[in-house]
C-alpha cells in the first residue's frame, strides 16, 4: 500500500548484470561489469578521501577519476581474452562517463559504457 520501492547499489548491480547478459555476448558483459565495478570502487574511496580538484558543476573529483583509471587498468588485466588496448579504451570511456552529473545510476552507466566499447572495438560482431 503506497510503499516506495527502495533501489540501493548492490539491487542495481544485479539489475545491471542481467542486463547486460541479454544485450551483450558475455565476453563483453562480464569484463566490462567487473572493470566498471571495482574502478567506480577505487574512484570513490579516493575521491571522498583525498579528492580536492572537482570537475566543473559536478561533485565528481580529479583524483576520484584517476584512481578509476588505475584501479580499472589494473582489473582490465585479469580479462586476457580480449586485446589490452580494447580493455584499456573501455575503461577510460567509462571514466569519462562517470564525470557529468547524470540522472542514469552509475551502476548501470559504467558497465554500458565499458561493455559497449568492447563490443564496437570487437568490430561490431552480432550481438548474439
Known sequence: ??????FNGATW???TAFLLLLVFPARFAAPAMVMAMIAD????????????????GTSRTVEG???????GALTALL???????HRLAAVFVAGIAEIPPLKLND???????AAATLWLLAGTPPLW
Open 1 to 6: 500500500h503506497g510503499e516506495r520501492v527502495f
Open 13 to 15: 548491480v544485479m539489475i
Open 41 to 56: 570502487a577505487g574512484a570513490a574511496l579516493v575521491g571522498r578521501k583525498v579528492g580536492r580538484h572537482k570537475w566543473p
Open 65 to 71: 577519476t584517476l584512481a578509476f583509471f588505475v584501479t
Open 79 to 85: 580479462f586476457p581474452g580480449l586485446p589490452l588496448e
Open 107 to 113: 551502476n548501470v552507466l559504467l558497465p554500458f559504457a
